[in-house]
């Protein structure tokens, strides 16, 4: 079946129905949004769905603070609640090094005007009152942080674009973008060839593989990151908390369940789908740790999800300068919830009128190009949990 | 017609999980994710087949077309305490 569309999205995860979301609410109608699996089979269902703004950079934090502005008003917005809790960010410090690193990273936030600020182990307690507070030097607190329920924010705006007019594929998979003269034509499908001159590549961790299907190099890689979801609790957790100390991440959702998650030992790319039980051994003993009480927490299930790194740990954002048309909206880094939000208005701008906004420079894929930097590898390492 | 319960876990009932495929979350993965059946204490030991049955029946496919969530790990609910290698006394 071959058709003809405005704008093709590929990939059905937050970025992809936020920027089809957007197309649509600016009146572009005709858009067909393409997922291989179901809606937020990839990473956009897999963490725990927090915001963290306390990033570590001037345009990232820029995006992170307007992206949860927009979350508070989504629910009205969607007419689908998404759950949003805004109950902050706890970057947790125990060593002297740490403690200075936040104090930096707090000032840079307050510069635009993100309410984040460094407090006592005291302070920590009061938030917190299960965690031991013994080791912990302090915390960065940002109290407009949150967590939502991705999957209900997944539905609200697929519900939205589907009310706007446009199209959901699910179970319909990608698998050439034809490129004709520098200017993009047409994405190929399992279900036949749709022509578009704007294709959207929001294709989360198998990203670099779509751009390599339309013959551009993207220098993303995926990265493994292992969750486990224990029984439910009384509400007992505000905020996000997250361990400078190990990069463990502890979240309670709606339901009472605390989700839980350590980055791996190894960093190396790998696309490896499996759980292991040596991740369930290091995130039990990181989180009674710094919870002693979870020692009778049980654990439900575990999974596996994967974050769509890039070398200097900031997403790809805009049009590829060769490829006319082709619009990347990826690399987030496990940031994307936040950033996206935001980053889904200024794309949807950038497609309807013609003209990128300014915050979407520094996010270009031609960095890359500019120089073969390394630097910044790993930056991610810490921040990346949300 | 009194309520069928589904889910025991999460109580949810029949009407709840037909209601929700016909919104369109008429595929396991995501229809475990809208109704949360299968996914509390039991992880789908004690609702999987009637979910699957619903499902199935809804849109005139059999059983085996529907297929079956990704199963994951844990088999049984265990304590932190216990991975963490604590001794259990």
Redesign the interface.
């Known amino acids: 079946m071959n058709e003809k569309v405005d704008v093709v999205i590929i990939g059905g995860g937050l970025t992809g129905l936020g920027i089809a979301y957007r197309l649509v609410e600016k009146g572009m109608k005709n858009v067909v949004v393409l997922e291989k699996?179901?809606?937020?089979?990839g990473a956009s269902?897999r963490f725990p769905g927090g915001t963290v703004q306390q990033l570590p950079t001037l345009d990232e934090i820029t995006l992170a603070k307007e992206g949860v502005k927009m979350l508070r008003h989504l629910s009205d917005e969607l007419n689908f609640n998404i759950m949003f809790r805004q109950k902050g960010s706890l970057l947790l410090a125990f060593t002297e090094e740490q403690v200075d690193r936040l104090m930096v990273s707090v000032r840079l936030q307050n510069i635009l005007k993100v309410k984040s600020k460094f407090i006592g182990p005291s302070d920590v307690k009061k938030i917190v009152p299960m965690l031991d507070a013994d080791k912990i030097l302090g915390a960065a607190f940002c109290p407009t942080d949150g967590i939502v329920y991705p999957?209900a924010l997944l539905?609200g705006y697929a519900q939205a674009v589907r009310r706007g007019g446009g199209r959901i594929r699910?179970?319909t998979e990608a698998r050439e973008v034809k490129v004709e003269d520098g200017q993009v034509r047409a994405v190929v499908t399992n279900e036949g060839e749709i022509e578009a001159s704007t294709v959207v590549n929001a294709a989360g961790a198998r990203s670099a593989d779509i751009a390599k299907i339309a013959g551009v190099k993207l220098p993303n890689e995926p990265r493994r990151r292992e969750f486990l979801v224990?029984?439910t609790l009384k509400p007992f957790l505000g905020p996000l908390v997250l361990s400078l100390h190990n990069g463990l991440c502890l979240a309670q959702a709606m339901?009472g369940e605390v989700i839980c998650s350590i980055p791996g030992r190894k960093s190396a790319p790998s696309g490896d789908m499996r759980?292991s039980v040596e991740f369930?051994?290091r995130?039990?003993?990181a989180?009674?740790e710094i919870i002693p009480q979870?020692?009778?927490?049980?654990?439900?299930?575990?999974?596996v999800g994967l974050y769509d790194a890039t070398p200097d740990g900031k997403p790809v954002l805009g049009e590829v300068k060769d490829v006319r048309g082709f619009i990347q909206a990826n690399g987030f880094c496990g940031r994307g919830l936040e950033t996206s939000t935001a980053a889904a208005r200024l794309l949807a701008e950038l497609i309807v009128d013609g003209k990128a906004p300014a915050l979407l420079e520094s996010f270009s894929i031609e960095r890359f190009a500019e120089k073969e930097s390394t630097e910044g590898k790993g930056a991610m390492v810490d921040f990346q949990i949300s | 017609m009194g309520k069928k319960i589904v889910c025991i876990c999460q109580d949810i009932t029949e009407e709840e999980v037909v209601d929700a495929i016909k919104q369109g979350y008429d595929?396991i993965?995501?229809l475990k994710?809208?109704t949360?059946a299968l996914?509390g204490?039991c992880?789908g030991k004690a609702c999987l087949r009637h979910v699957i049955t619903i499902l199935a029946r809804e849109l005139g496919k059999s059983p085996k077309e529907v297929g079956v969530p990704?199963q994951?790990?844990?088999i049984k609910?265990?304590?932190?305490?216990i991975?963490?290698?604590?001794s259990s006394e």
């Open positions: 699996g179901y809606i937020g089979v269902g999957y539905w699910t179970f224990t029984e339901r759980s369930l051994e995130a039990a003993r989180a009674i979870f020692r009778d927490l049980k654990v439900m299930r575990q999974w | 595929d993965e995501s994710r809208y949360g996914t204490p992880q990704t994951r790990p844990p609910p265990i304590a932190l305490g991975l963490a290698g604590e």
